[in-house]
């Protein structure tokens, strides 16, 4: 089993930042990609970005250049830094991690931008 932690979200203005953290626990030795989802209301849930223990990482090109996904692996902990908000960011962010042929999920942790 993987436990998956959230934390970071809350309210921002347009333009403005957060970073949220996830920090797995538990059966974390096989770990290799942990990932960053959202679901805004009324959509399906997308990805975001994921990054490998050896630090490569994937963004989703509308993403690129104002999300930055980083990881610390002896804290175990996956970083979304999100900068220049925009309304369009606003959804319930979920840390994923797949290993052990199975997909855990963070509780996630809501982002919300006001204009």
């Known amino acids: 089993q993987v436990h998956l932690v959230e934390s970071g979200g809350g309210l921002v203005q347009a333009g403005g930042s957060l970073r949220l953290s996830c920090t797995a626990s538990?059966?974390?030795?096989?770990?290799?990609?942990m990932g960053w989802y959202r679901q805004a209301p009324g959509k399906q849930r997308e990805l975001v970005a994921t990054i490998t223990r050896g630090g490569r990482t994937n963004l989703v090109d509308s993403m690129k250049g104002r999300f930055t996904i980083s990881r610390d692996n002896a804290e175990n902990t996956v970083y979304l830094q999100m900068n220049s908000l925009s309304t369009e960011a606003t959804a319930v962010y979920y840390c994923?991690?797949?290993?052990?042929?199975?997909?855990?999920w963070g509780q996630g942790t809501q982002v919300t931008v006001s204009e």
């Open positions: 538990g059966s974390i030795f096989r770990i290799n990609t």
């Open positions: 994923h991690v797949p290993t052990y042929g199975k997909n855990y």
